[in-house]
């Protein structure tokens, strides 16, 4: 259960996510001393808090005891639902051959690179939720049902009312949205792909905790996990790069650290080789390591063209 399904005052239930403590379970262990300190309040109220979050467990215990027994999957039923897994193209036939088909529903991707090579992938994926070009101004579809032979003239409105944009602007409003994806999914039964640009900014520049970081991230990283398995969603989050000394010198490596490589279910590094752009599968548990080259064209991503030079970006 989540801090913000408890009877808690709004105060206490920011006070809690901007600590960390986003889940009843991360509280199981702490004392009322230690939850004062990190909440800024009295022990009276620490201990109030902790009295409730103590109810909320024993009644979610309660209710989950039969999901616990029931819960059982055969290998089987895996197999098949790995087999009949929905892929979101990348519009780029050499990338979506290493994926396996393009981004993986049900799964959570993480993505990242040197400057300009995030920044052309977040248009990518911006660009195929709209599907089509937009300069065309006009566009075709062709109705399914009983009015199958009807032609209707569709127009960038159509597409771009079915994008939902949140604004995040600080770690907490991160947490909380987070959290109430789940509620959104619930009542948008089309949505399809969920897009954190980025997973990082936040996280690297209101921290100075990492220990604090690292346990807020793994409780927003196993809430995105859930989300995409409950609801058949892909969710595809961006990363930042930043410098990391291995070897006796510096090596460009995704930011967040190493426990948060482990918060993905796939996670792909992009890179330039020479005056191509490449995407490489650094980890998943089903893909074998693999690389792609991929061209940035005005129609989105496609495959490479060799012949062209690779532009600076300043």
């Known amino acids: 259960m989540e801090v913000l399904r408890l009877p808690l005052s709004a105060s206490q239930k920011g006070k809690l996510i901007s600590a960390g403590y986003t889940s009843i379970a991360s509280l199981s262990s ?19 808090i902790l009295k409730c979050v103590s109810e909320g467990s024993r009644l979610q215990s309660t209710s989950s005891s039969l999901t616990i027994v029931n819960g059982a999957q055969s290998a089987w039923d895996m197999l098949q639902e790995e087999e009949t897994c929905v892929h979101i193209t990348t519009s780029c036939a050499d990338l979506d051959n290493i994926l396996g088909g393009g981004i993986s529903c049900k799964e959570v991707t993480e993505i990242g690179g040197v400057p300009g090579i995030e920044f052309n992938l977040q248009l990518m994926f911006r ?46 409003e991160q947490i909380a949205l987070t959290n109430y994806l789940d509620k959104f999914i619930t009542e948008h039964k089309d949505v ?43 969710v595809v989050v961006l990363n930042q790069v930043t410098t990391k000394f291995s070897d006796g010198a510096f090596h460009l490596a995704l930011a967040l650290g190493d426990s948060w490589s482990h918060s993905s279910t796939n996670r792909i590094i992009l890179h330039w080789n020479g005056n191509e752009r490449y995407a490489y599968i650094d980890k998943s548990p089903s893909l074998r390591s693999a690389s792609a080259p991929y061209s940035v064209t005005p129609k989105g991503i496609r495959n490479s063209n060799s012949n062209k030079k690779r532009i600076k970006h300043i």
């Not at 702490?30 to 109030?48: G, I, Q, R, Y």
């Not at 065309?136 to 939902?164: H, T, W, Y």
């Open 30 to 48: 702490v004392s009322p001393s230690h939850l004062a300190l990190d909440l800024k309040v009295s022990e009276t109220e620490a201990l109030e």
């Open 127 to 172: 660009y195929h939720m709209i599907t089509v070009e937009l300069e065309a101004r006009q566009f075709i579809s062709i109705q399914k049902g009983p009015k199958a032979c009807e032609v209707k003239m569709m127009q960038p409105k159509d597409f771009l009312e079915n994008i939902s944009y949140f604004r995040v602007c600080s770690y907490t």
């Open 192 to 234: 399809k792909v969920v897009i954190i640009d980025s997973i990082t900014f936040h996280f690297r520049q209101d921290f100075d905790d990492m220990a604090l970081r690292t346990r807020v991230l793994g409780g927003m990283a196993l809430n995105l996990m859930k989300l995409a398995r409950k609801f058949g969603v892909a």
